[in-house]
Structures are given as structure tokens and as C-alpha cells.
């Protein structure tokens, strides 16, 4: 038998094409963010307002209205039934997608509340907030308290993720810290720098957090051995997301500088800077399973793609 030479593994594709540009029309867009399963996008804005659209035809399917200040960062539950939003106004909304109402308001932040996120089956709901706590809401509670507190932060709370029994912070404190929400353990790194976002890797073996030093840093997550520095762009007076691209080939950060900057993982080296406009890059998602990346810049977000987007004729 021959044996044929295998092909020749593909360069993962970037989303180097802006395929359509939202003009959002809710004051600057705080933060955007993917659903869970990247058909739809959220849009937090500087005018109060949180909405909800389609990629693929950038409809706005709708809009909820119930924070009193700008809303600054929101999520959608695995089966696209309800979200959560937090605001400078100090709470926290749960809405239902559907009818577009308040479903709770969560009260109980002594300052503005930066991220929130649904645990995987929507039961929980975290924020974390420039009061240095993180609380972890019942979603299908009557009652009003938080059904657990972790104050360990020294400072504002800017950013958190959580897979499964696992939760991530990030603080204005310089330090990553990982909550094993099983065990009742905690796992601090010290970065210095304060941090604006943190994430995990799609394998779950690494952290990803970026700073106001204009550095990214990937974490080797059980022994926070430093793998990876990713430096060049300008994050020094914002708080920017990065993010992981959905295989974990590339590590992507917003600019003050008006572009995405995107590393390659291993190597380090940038493999793409992605030039969206003449302002800060507010906030960034990449899609959960393809090519697809979304920006924010002052009122629009722009919808990246690997390849130019065909025309398509009105049908």
C-alpha cells in the first residue's frame, strides 16, 4: 500500500473581514457579548438600555429597559430564555427574553456592578463589582439576598468567569483569583497591574487576564507557571476585554488605539491587527464554535469574519 502524505494542517482562519457594522443607537456601547450559542448579540448601553440582535441579519429583535444608569455587561442562560444585566446603578437585572420584562432586580452592591454571568444551568447568577464583592444570586428564589458573598477582593471587582464549579475574578487589586466553588478553595496569582478582564481557556488548563500594564498573560491554571506575554497594544486608563479565540489558537485584547490585537498563542508573535476605527476598542466577543468576532467602538459594533462576505441579491 502507498502511503499518501497527510495535508498539510490549515492556519486556523482569523476574523480579518468586517462583514456588517450595528449602529446600536443607545448611547456607547459598554460591552457586547455573544449568546451561548452565537446567533445573537447583546448590546449594553451607555443610554440605560440592554439589546438583544440578530447576527446573522442585525435585526433588533429587543430591547429592555428597567437600569436606572448605564449598563455595563450582560449574559444570556444556555437556552437563550432569560438574561442578566448589571449597571452603574448598582443592581443587577434577570429579564425574560421573551416579554422583555424585569424578571428580578437584585439589589445589594454598594457601587457600580462591572460583570455578570449565568452559572451553565442558569440557577446562579454572579456579579462582581467596584465594592470588591462578588455575589452569586438564586435565580428562582423569592428571596431578595445573595445566597453567598465572597469579599476576598482589596479592591473593585472588574471582571469574572465561571465553567462549571470553577469561578474566576479578576481585581483592580493586581490579583487573579480562582474559586473552586465544590472544594470552598481559593487560588491567587499576583499580577501588580490592575486587572480589567480574565477568562479561561476553551480546555480549561490555562487563565487569561489582561491588565493596565498593556499586557495580556496566560497562566498555566494549576501551578500559575506564566506561559505566555502578550504585549503591543495600549490598555492603561480602560477596562477592555480579551478574549480567546474558540479553539484557543489566538489570544485577542482590545486597544485604546482604535484596534483588536491578535496573538498567536504559542508562539506570541501577532498575527493580526484589526484596525475597527479611530477610538478605544470598548469590548470584544469571539464566537463560541466559528470565526467570528464582534468589536465595540463608541455607538456601533462591527461583526468580523475569516472571509469577505459574499453579496447577498434581496431575495
Not at 490579583?175 to 478582564?197: A, E
Request: proline share 3%; hydrophobic share 30%; aromatic share 6%.
Amino acid at each position: 500500500m502507498m502511503a499518501f502524505p497527510q495535508p498539510k494542517p490549515e492556519a486556523p482562519q482569523l476574523p480579518q473581514h468586517l462583514h456588517r457594522t450595528i449602529d446600536c443607537k443607545q448611547g456607547a456601547v459598554r460591552a457586547v457579548r455573544f449568546n451561548a450559542d452565537g446567533n445573537y448579540l447583546l448590546t449594553c448601553g451607555s443610554d440605560k438600555s440592554l439589546k438583544l440582535w440578530s447576527v446573522k441579519g442585525e435585526a433588533l429583535l429587543k430591547s429592555y429597559s428597567g437600569h436606572g444608569y448605564e449598563v455595563l455587561d450582560a449574559d444570556s442562560s444556555y437556552d437563550n430564555s432569560q438574561i442578566c444585566s448589571c449597571s452603574s446603578d448598582k443592581t443587577v437585572i434577570l429579564w425574560d427574553v421573551g416579554t422583555g420584562q424585569v424578571t428580578r432586580k437584585l439589589r445589594g452592591h454598594a457601587g457600580k456592578v462591572n460583570c455578570v454571568q449565568f452559572n451553565e444551568e442558569a440557577t446562579v447568577i454572579l456579579s462582581g463589582s467596584i465594592d470588591g464583592t462578588v455575589r452569586c444570586w438564586d435565580t428562582r428564589s423569592r428571596r431578595f439576598e445573595p445566597i453567598q458573598v465572597l469579599d476576598e477582593a482589596r479592591d473593585g471587582v472588574s471582571s469574572l468567569k465561571v465553567v462549571q464549579h470553577e469561578l474566576l475574578t479578576g481585581s483592580v487589586d493586581g490579583r487573579v483569583r480562582r474559586y473552586d466553588l465544590r472544594m470552598g478553595q481559593l487560588h491567587v496569582d499576583y499580577i501588580g497591574s490592575p486587572i480589567t478582564c480574565v477568562c479561561f481557556s476553551q480546555d480549561g488548563q490555562c487563565t487569561l487576564s489582561s491588565s493596565l500594564d498593556s499586557t495580556v498573560r496566560l497562566l498555566d491554571k494549576s501551578t500559575g507557571e506564566m506561559l505566555g506575554e502578550y504585549t503591543g497594544h495600549k490598555m492603561k486608563g480602560y477596562k477592555l476585554d480579551c478574549c480567546l479565540s474558540s479553539k484557543d489558537t489566538h489570544v485577542l485584547s482590545c486597544s485604546e488605539d482604535g484596534h483588536v490585537y491578535c496573538w498567536d498563542l504559542v508562539e506570541g508573535s501577532l498575527s493580526l491587527k484589526l484596525a475597527v476605527g479611530k477610538a478605544v476598542v470598548q469590548s470584544l466577543s469571539f464566537h463560541p464554535t466559528e470565526t467570528c468576532l464582534l468589536t465595540a467602538m463608541e455607538g456601533k459594533v462591527q461583526v468580523w469574519g475569516p472571509n469577505p462576505e459574499e453579496t447577498q441579491e434581496d431575495v
